[in-house]
Every structure is written in C-alpha cells, then in structure tokens.
C-alpha cells in the first residue's frame, strides 16, 4: 500500500478538495483506497457523510483499539473512510505518549496494507507530533500551493522544516491550486514558478465556482459536474501524475 498526505501549513488552499478527488479518482480507477481524515474540523468525512465514535477514535491513538474499528463504508465503489473527529484535537497530547510518536502513523497504517492499495491523509495546517507523524508514514506529501507569496513562504517553511527534522524532502510535491489567471501575480507565478516549486506536480487546479458546490452536493466533483470541467480535468490530471509518480 502507498500512503499520500494533503498538507499545507496553511490552510484555506484547497487540501480538503484534493483530498476527496483524489481519493474518489483513485477508487473509480480500480484502486482499493481509504481516506483518513485526520483533520478535527471532520471536512473530508463530512464530504463523504461519514460519522466517527469520538471515544473509539481517541483509544486507536492511545494503542487500545484497532484502527480497523473506525472503517466506515463511502458512498463509492472500492473507497472507505476514516472520518475524523473532535478528539483528533487531543492527538498531539497522546502522541508524546507513544513511543517513537513519529512511527505511530505508520503503525497504525500497516495492516490496511491487506485491503487497500492506497492511503489518502487530509492533515491539519499545523507542525506538530501529529504531522511528524504523517511525514514519516506518507510516501509522497502533496501540498497545494495558491500562487501568491504567502502561500509561497508556507510550502517554503514546510521545506526547511523537513531538512531540520531529518524528513526526505524529495517526498515533497507541490502543486497550484486555486489559481486564477484573470489576476496577474497568479498569472506570473504560473508561468515563472519559483525555486520551492522544482519538484511540483504540472496540474493546475482553478480556482472554480464547482468545487465550491462540492459542499452543496456533498460529494467529489465526477459525481455531479461535466466530464468537461476544468477543475475535473485538473484533478484528473493531477491523479495521474501521482499515479504514474507511486507506479500504482
């Protein structure tokens, strides 16, 4: 099983969109995938209607439960869900009692191995145990990138972060996100990306009037919007890359 983390240090730049695309692109190509929401706010999970027993979800954490507990079933064809919920908030404070916290993630992710192929993580915007965790499980870290400068100086803060912590930076993937040509400096940071974008993935996600309807819907955009979306295609294109860049 390969393991992809949605990551940003900052939020409000589209993981949550890419983390329910993604997955859904996955399984509808045949790719046993499930979806860990480990984001308190509980978007992803909501997304796909699904719902959490905050007590079992606490004791995975704390080693009393198996993860397998929280497997819930999605709407879609070889996708399952791990809905989040708001004990995820405490994760940092159980963490420190887990021994190394950073193999935590990995542990718990290991037997999945027997039923899926793939892990999708939508994280939280925040560096913490929990995201030490996530970089250590996470085989690629995708990471949506507005183009602007401040969302330029997170992905380069993330970076950093990763070669002071000793974490292979080379998992790194930066893609555009919410781009929006009609404003110049977005235009600009397209066409002339800057040095923290090297390793990025080429997919460009618009920024788009249906991915906000996702939340009207509460479904992935291949559920109600035309084969012909530009946002659609985006992700399309952006799964593949990913495909081809795991060999799943």
Request: charged share 25%; glycine share 4%.
């Amino acid at each position: 099983m390969r393991s992809i983390a949605l990551y940003n240090l900052k939020g409000g730049v589209g993981k949550t969109a890419a983390s329910v695309n993604l997955a859904y692109l996955a399984a509808a190509h045949g790719v046993p995938t499930l979806l860990w929401d480990l984001d308190p706010q509980g978007a992803s999970s909501w997304y796909f209607h699904g719902a959490s027993e905050e007590q079992k979800a606490k004791k995975v954490f704390e080693g009393s439960t198996p993860a397998g507990r929280l497997v819930k079933p999605s709407p879609y064809k070889h996708l399952s869900l791990i809905p989040a919920d708001l004990s995820y908030r405490y994760l940092d404070i159980i963490l420190k009692k887990v021994e190394p916290p950073r193999e935590a993630l990995k542990r718990l992710l290991k037997p999945f191995s027997e039923q899926y192929a793939l892990a999708v993580l939508d994280c939280p915007p925040s560096l913490s145990h929990l995201a030490d965790s996530i970089f250590a499980a996470a085989d690629r870290v995708l990471v949506p990138v507005v183009p602007t400068w401040l969302s330029l100086r997170a992905l380069e803060q993330v970076q950093a972060y990763f070669k002071a912590e000793g974490f292979d930076p080379k998992k790194i993937r930066p893609f555009y996100s919410m781009a929006d040509r009609r404003r110049s400096l977005h235009r600009e940071l397209l066409e002339n990306p800057p040095a923290a974008m090297a390793r990025r993935y080429s997919a460009v996600v618009p920024y788009a009037s249906p991915v906000e309807r996702m939340g009207e819907h509460r479904a992935p955009l291949a559920a109600f919007a035309g084969s012909d979306d530009p946002a659609l295609l985006a992700y399309a294109e952006l799964w593949l890359e990913l495909q081809n860049d795991l060999a799943l």
